[in-house]
């Protein structure tokens, strides 16, 4: 009997089932691109799916039959079109996908670019200072550094007058003493978060 050769694939269907806005279920599923508590993109037979909300959880991924069950608040979903990549990265298998739900921090990556990211983060920190060259955005960057995190810090340099999104490195995860840190190097009306 002649032996069958293998065909290109045809992508799996692709479907959303989405109970509640609490609980979706995603067919297609060919590998997880990243899965974090505020989103989650994956690769499927018809592109990229983008999913943004809060305290999301991957709670079953079987890549075999291409099926991934989300719980949490399902805010909105995004959808790309396939593109083509000379060098494509392999399928994530359920143990890595393990390791993307409890990143070590600093290590994930995301689909996004800065700014896309900043757009769709859920609170920014917009500090007003008086220039990028002076001492005092260096000790503002000092007090960035030691509280990481995935608020965008914008900053408004008034001697330039034109707001600038800053590096990643300077996002931070901002509380009431963190934010008094800011304040006693600024002014109370110069560190807003929104």
């Known amino acids: ?26 067919t297609g599923v060919q590998k997880v691109l990243h899965c974090n508590a505020d989103s989650a993109a994956m690769e499927t037979g018809k592109g990229t799916l983008h999913l943004t909300g809060a305290q999301l959880n991957m709670a079953a991924l079987d890549l075999e039959t291409g099926e991934a069950k989300f719980t949490g608040r399902i805010d909105a979903r995004e959808e790309e079109a396939p593109k083509l990549l000379l060098n494509e990265a392999q399928p994530l298998t359920e143990s890595a996908v393990e390791s993307l739900q409890q990143p070590k921090k600093g290590t994930q990556k995301s ?46 340099p008034m001697d330039t007058k034109k707001k600038t999104l800053a590096a990643r490195r300077y996002w931070c995860k901002p509380d009431i003493a963190f934010l008094t840190k800011l304040r006693f190097l600024l002014r109370e009306e110069d560190v807003i978060i929104q």
């Open 111 to 156: 689909v996004y670019t800065d700014a896309q990211a900043a757009k769709l983060a859920p609170q920014k920190l917009f500090l007003r200072i008086s220039s990028l060259q002076s001492d005092e955005w260096t000790q503002i960057k000092e007090v960035l550094r030691t509280q990481p995190g995935d608020t965008p810090v914008y900053l408004y």
């Open 1 to 26: 009997m002649p032996e069958k050769t293998p065909r290109d694939p045809q992508p799996a269907p692709h479907d959303l089932i989405l109970e509640s806005r609490a609980r979706l279920t995603v």
